[in-house]
């Protein structure tokens, strides 16, 4: 593995530009780079919980098959191989998708969300679902089913309500109608809605 005194840094403070170059320069591989990252979440987020879901043997999988397409010389993009992960309100196929909320709790999408998709055409290695607050809510870290994000970064005034900007209004309703209770029904609906829409019967295009 490539060391981050043969590199000139720690790889793992790289800018995506930075680890691009490092890529395309082979003075490491995607395997080993993700190998690093892997190796961080592990030590770290028993701390930090940021993780929902950790995908590791197909991170491993998919950073061996980007090593071997620039072998080939048949890189997708810039990014091809880069580590990174995905907020679990974006649609996984086959991966555990929840929005941190009880009801989606061991939801696993059939499809992949246009994001996702666009992602793995640029050849980008996907290591797993980050934590977040249900339904990507409220911005505090603190409400998701799967516990507080530890963002030792971030620091939280109050452990109910930080010290943040009220939230905007949703689309097409006036501040001067939302309430709390409205919010809270309008999210009920979107997850029974979201869970029927997965549920329903396909058809043939």
């Known amino acids: 593995m490539v060391s981050p005194a043969e590199t000139g ?16 320069r082979r003075t490491i591989t995607s395997e080993e780079l993700t190998k690093l990252c892997l190796a961080r979440v592990g030590k770290l987020d028993h701390q930090l919980n940021s993780f929902i879901t950790l995908d590791a ?11 071997r397409r620039r072998k080939a010389g048949r890189v997708l993009s810039t990014l ?16 555990r998708t929840t929005a941190a909320a009880q009801v989606f709790r061991d939801r696993i999408p059939a499809e992949d969300a246009e994001v996702t ?13 980050l ?25 939280i005034e109050s452990r109910a ?8 209004p949703f689309p097409l309703v006036s501040a001067s109608r939302q309430s709390a209770v409205t919010m809270v029904a309008r999210f009920a609906s979107q ?3 979201a869970a029927w829409w997965d549920s329903r019967p396909r058809t043939a295009a």
Do not use: Y
Request: glycine share 8%; hydrophobic share 40%.
């Open 80 to 95: 091809d191989g880069i580590p990174i992960a995905l907020k679990d309100n974006i649609d996984t196929a086959g991966v």
């Open 191 to 193: 997850a029974r809605t």
């Open 9 to 24: 840094s720690d790889p793992l403070a790289w800018t995506l530009n930075e680890a691009a170059t490092a890529l395309a």
């Open 131 to 155: 934590n977040l607050d249900e339904m990507a809510f409220a911005g505090t870290w603190t409400t998701g089913c799967f516990g507080p994000v530890h963002n030792p970064g971030i620091r």
């Open 161 to 168: 309500v930080p010290r943040l900007a009220p939230p905007r």
């Open 57 to 67: 043997d197909s991170a491993w999988n998919q950073a061996r098959e980007c090593d």
């Open 117 to 129: 998709r666009r992602l793995k055409t640029a050849g980008l290695v996907c290591l797993g679902k």
